[in-house]
């Protein structure tokens, strides 16, 4: 899965992200649970790593959530699959 951490140099807002071939994720931590989300429900000039801290996992119910950005897969070109 093409999951790229948001503490890289690599850290778009909200509008860079929907310009892109890429979309967004969160992925727990605690239960490994890993969902897209949809970039309409935040401001465009967010940017990706201070998404977390407001998110909660909807399974578990933990904070520790990371918004992550996600590409396709290179050599298939489908997004990862969604993950409960």
């Known amino acids: 899965m093409a999951l790229h951490a948001t503490v890289d140099a690599d850290d778009p807002t909200i509008d860079t992200l929907a310009q892109s071939d890429k979309r967004l994720g969160i992925r727990c931590d605690y239960c490994g649970r890993f969902r ?39 050599e298939s070109g489908y997004w990862p699959a969604e993950s409960s």
């Open 36 to 74: 897209y989300l949809k970039i309409s429900k935040f401001s465009g000039s967010q940017k990706v790593s201070d998404l977390s801290s407001g998110l909660t996992c909807a399974k578990c119910g933990s904070a520790e959530v990371n918004a992550v950005v996600v590409s396709r897969d290179p």
